[in-house]
């Protein structure tokens, strides 16, 4: 563990021509000569692919918001006329759904099961109570005692709830297969070497054009930061990161986050202030960035458990403390 001593986010991207894709989140480090990019806009974020100056990205943007469209339409709590929001009005037991809906819903209740509870798919209604999201259905009580994703399950084409009123929520792992689905979709059209970002989200592919692996930058997660924590190395694999600063505000000298303790049904408190996490694939990383902010103080031991390579940030005084688990420094620049 060390205290954060880095550049200003705006010497940071000077020296280095980082382009940043939000506090809290790994940015990606481009040399724009050797690059070419696509973007677009989903989830409400903001999405691209960097692919070699020489490959035709235009044709892309198309396949690329064609498919993020159709996640959306299967998962987003946000639309009424979603599988998932389907699923959570629903009085009856069990909604039919897609297959890449059946797909998520069980990695989400796997890594659940995992996680020993701290990534919790069914706290959607806490997260709306606090205002950070649109899911009405059963709070539960607050001591969380008995998990009630368990509740929970995916049998064939059917989401099956064992609970009257219990909802799911997929958003702390669906960006993250929406990532996977779009690497495929590379691989699929002859394209083996790039890096995909959506909002705190990458996962790379093969090598950077001039033949080294891409970089992406870890920012700094406090509220009045400008400043860069280090630059990772992204080798064939994925980076998800989630803290405190995005999507969270201050009520009565008190601030409130929309990542949930679901074992205490409030905002995540206390020194966690981001939790960056690699993984082969994006969704894993996804949602262990998600259980893992969770779990506050108990995230590094619960990583080092479950075999997790993780970077926590913590609050230290006017500062921050790190503490990398499971080699990720190793990945460091």
Known sequence: MTTLNSPTRRR?????????????????LRAAPATASVTGSAFASNWSVTLADTADVAPLKQRFDRLLAGIDRMMSPWRADSEITGFNVATREASRI??????????????????????????????ARYGFGPIEGNVGPEDKAAPRWRSLAVEGDLLVK?????????????????????????????????????????????????????QVAV?????DA?????????????????????????????????????????????EIASVSVIAPDAMTADGWATALTAAGAAGPALARRRGIAALFLFHDGAGLRNESVNGFDRLLL
């Not at 940071?12 to 990606?28: C, Q």
């Not at 797909?103 to 995992?114: E, I, K, P, S, V």
């Not at 590379?186 to 790039?194: A, E, Q, S």
């Open 98 to 127: 897609s297959a890449e809906t059946a797909f998520t819903a069980d990695a989400a209740l796997a890594m659940a099961a995992a996680s020993d509870g701290w990534f919790d798919p069914t706290i959607g209604p806490l997260v």
């Open 226 to 270: 400008d400043s860069t924590f280090g630059v990772l190395r992204l080798d064939n694999a994925a980076v998800a990161t989630s803290g405190l600063r995005a999507q969270s505000y201050d009520l009565d000298g008190r601030r409130y986050s929309h990542i949930i303790d679901p074992y205490h049904g409030r905002p995540v408190e206390g």
């Open 162 to 214: 064992q609970e009257p009123g219990l909802t799911m929520d997929l958003c702390g792992i669906a960006k993250g297969r929406a990532l996977d689905l779009m690497a495929l979709e590379l691989g699929n059209t002859g394209h083996d070497d790039f890096l995909i970002a959506i909002s705190g989200e990458l996962l790379s592919g093969g090598r950077h054009p001039e033949g080294r692996p891409w």
């Open 219 to 223: 920012e700094d997660p406090r509220p």
């Open 12 to 28: 940071f991207l000077a020296l280095t021509g980082a382009a940043g894709l939000g506090l809290a989140t790994p940015a990606l």
